[in-house]
Antibody, heavy 120, light 111 residues
Framework: EVQLVESGGGLTQPGGSLRLSCVVSGFDFSRYSMNWVRQAPGKGLEWISYISGTSGTIYYADSVKGRFTVSRDNAKNSLYLQMNSLRAEDTALYYC?????????????WGQGTTVTVSS | QSVLTQPPSVSGAPGQRVTISCTGSSSNLGAGYDVHWYQQLPGTAPKVLIYGNNNRPSGVPDRFSGSKSDTSASLAITGLQAEDEADYYCQSFDGSLSAYVFGAGTKVTVL
């Protein structure tokens, strides 16, 4: 079964850091690009980062550029998001999702998300 | 302000047809990048509904269809059913931003 499981969310103060993880199973992780997408409470989806299968191409949304770093470990079937200098507006449910070439780069598989709360 | 513009809400009676528009620009939809549509039911992760402008993944009913023309795209739902009540998002890539972009989402209400 294809599965993405996020972890690492929690409560942190403004200016703090968190590291999110996404462990995948059921497919050849190294062959797929991956994304992080977040959803603030009651709001829409916001794409925040993309990483190619080899880590050779990385993109960030302007809202997180310079503060967040995406990485992956293909040997561990894991995707990461290092989040520094966190702000209240980073409070959201964070999803990892798979980019499928078969589906013309649509995000075809999503995890259930991990919640990040930034508050003093 | 989202790069892709969607109406906040649409509604229809059961059995009716509703459409959701997604308007972009020359750096995303107009540049030839594909548009994809996602359905998000309350309390669940998004699910791809239409990929590559007008293709349905296996298991998605043919009541859902997509189209794209230049800088605009649309999702149509025919034979609206109560289970179609959800939020719908369009998504594409923006070449000027080097970023993936989502519309702000459209809430579909079945009257």
């Amino acid at each position: 079964e294809v599965q993405l499981v996020e972890s690492g969310g929690g409560l942190t103060q403004p200016g703090g850091s968190l590291r999110l993880s996404c462990v995948v199973s059921g497919f050849d992780f190294s062959r797929y690009s991956m994304n992080w997408v977040r959803q603030a409470p009651g709001k829409g989806l916001e794409w925040i980062s993309y990483i190619s299968g080899t880590s050779g191409t990385i993109y960030y949304a302007d809202s997180v550029k310079g503060r967040f770093t995406v990485s992956r470990d293909n040997a561990k079937n894991s995707l990461y998001l290092q989040m520094n200098s966190l702000r209240a507006e980073d409070t959201a449910l964070y999803y990892c999702s798979r980019c499928s070439g078969w589906y013309r780069d649509a995000f075809d598989i999503w995890g259930q998300g991990t919640t990040v709360t930034v508050s003093s | 302000q989202s790069v892709l513009t969607q109406p906040p809400s649409v509604s229809g009676a059961p059995g009716q047809r509703v459409t959701i528009s997604c308007t972009g620009s020359s750096s995303n939809l107009g540049a030839g990048y594909d548009v994809h549509w996602y359905q998000q039911l309350p309390g669940t992760a998004p699910k791809v509904l239409i990929y590559g402008n007008n293709n349905r993944p296996s298991g998605v009913p043919d009541r859902f269809s997509g189209s794209k023309s230049d800088t605009s795209a649309s999702l149509a739902i025919t034979g609206l059913q109560a289970e179609d009540e959800a939020d719908y998002y369009c998504q594409s890539f923006d070449g000027s931003l080097s970023a993936y972009v989502f519309g702000a989402g459209t809430k579909v209400t079945v009257l």
